[in-house]
């Protein structure tokens, strides 16, 4: 009862005295209430300092959205080749989860297309991925991957979130919520979307949604042609001086309504408002492209706008330049349940050269060492054909990671010779989570928050470790 008479008395003496509009008001404005405070942003984590030394500022996650067909890009199996067509033996597949193949004749299906060693390391990539196959040296391809939910949309969730339940924080929420961002010009959690090349699976927007963190934190989507961002240039007549004043009588409209509730929403909200004033110069400066020369273009394979993947990677590069912490381009077409050998050759051109532009243009660029790049869908596909094509698949798939903090020009795990389980290092999704988090300075345990009587956290209850094997 004491706690509580205390806590009134706080918040009538912030409210009386003034004083928690006037730390408000300077928050939204990026100043502090003294000259001898540090300043604040809207974006600020909530930590003073990384749990210990971080190897990387920001993440890139490349997600090839569909679940590409691990058999396919970066597994090579000898034994699915030699047994092309024969009936799958059921001591593999019994009892497991499978998504449309259930019940049915499951007949082996051999890789479609011969692989390679490539560079010095020697790694084995598919003939479908000549770009990638440059960035054979830098890449650790995890080829043990494993998750648990089957279908598209619970499985983009988990990966993004660790959890099949809808309203959690995504994985870039947490990261944004721990440290901040290096901008307050932009975002500091921004999203790209492509689509091509096979069946485009759609994407929610709570797959970059803050779930229950401040609203602050949420990923917000910018827009691959057209207006980048919606609703945010001046309204016809109106000036950049006449929209100041706008946005600064909100702020003292809602600053005093803030004095009676306390809402950390209302504070969002205000810098929402500040946040978008400022993009109404910073995103015109960040798409125009006049500043890149045509080489770069060719490298990427792209036009200014066109709304490719390579395009979205190149306007990566540069938001990573201007400080933004989280970054996500989904490509959408890695879905082939049917015509596998003509899609999967369709889809994986149309994200080859960008991806391998983006890695190397960040090493050129001195940025490769503290950036993390991160490539992979949801899910693999089923070593068993559906037709033509592949089903879903959990129990076994490949990603790879490239740049500061990881082992560069190894593997890391192996499935077993038919592609199906992983069955040696194996990493389950919220271990790359832990994994991730280390690499930005953030112990996973630690990193908490505090929701309707729990202490949550990106990787759940359940046990999750960093991945050592990768990080060099």
Known sequence: MQSHKNQLARRTFLRETGIGSIALAALLRGESPTSAAPSVTSYEGVLDNPHHQPRIKRVI?????????????FDEKATLKRLDGKAMPASVTDGQPIAQLQGKALRVMGPLFPFQKCGDSGQSISSILP???????????????????????????FFNTGSAISGRPSMGSWALYGLGSETQELPGFIVLTSEGGGQSQPISSRQWHSGFLPSRYQGVQMYSTGNPVHYVGNPSGVSSSQQRDVVDSISRINSLRNQGLQDPEIATRLAGYEMAFRMQSSVPELTDMSSESQATFDRYGCTPGDGTFGSNCLLARRLAERGVRFIQLYHRGWDHHSGIKDGIQRTAKLVDQGTAALVQDLKQR???????????????????????????????????????????????????EFGYNAVQDKVHVRDFHATMLH??????????????????????????????????
Request: net charge negative.
């Open 439 to 472: 690499l930005l300075g953030l112990d996973h345990n630690r990193l908490t928050y505090k929701f309707q009587g729990l202490d949550f956290k990106l990787t759940g209850v359940e046990e999750a470790h960093v991945i050592h094997g990768v990080l060099s």
């Open 366 to 416: 001195g940025m490769l060492d503290d950036t993390l790049i991160v490539w992979g869908g949801e899910f693999g596909r089923t070593p068993m054909a559906q037709g033509s094509g592949r089903d879903h698949h959990i129990k076994g798939f490949s990603m790879w990671m490239a740049g500061g903090g990881i082992k560069a020009g190894t593997s890391f795990g192996e499935t077993d």
């Open 131 to 157: 770009h990638m196959r440059t960035l054979a040296d830098e890449m650790c391809i995890v080829k043990s991957m494993h998750t648990e939910q089957i279908n598209h949309d619970p499985a983009h969730t």
């Open 61 to 73: 996650h490349l997600c090839m959205a569909g679940g590409p067909s691990h058999l396919e890009t």
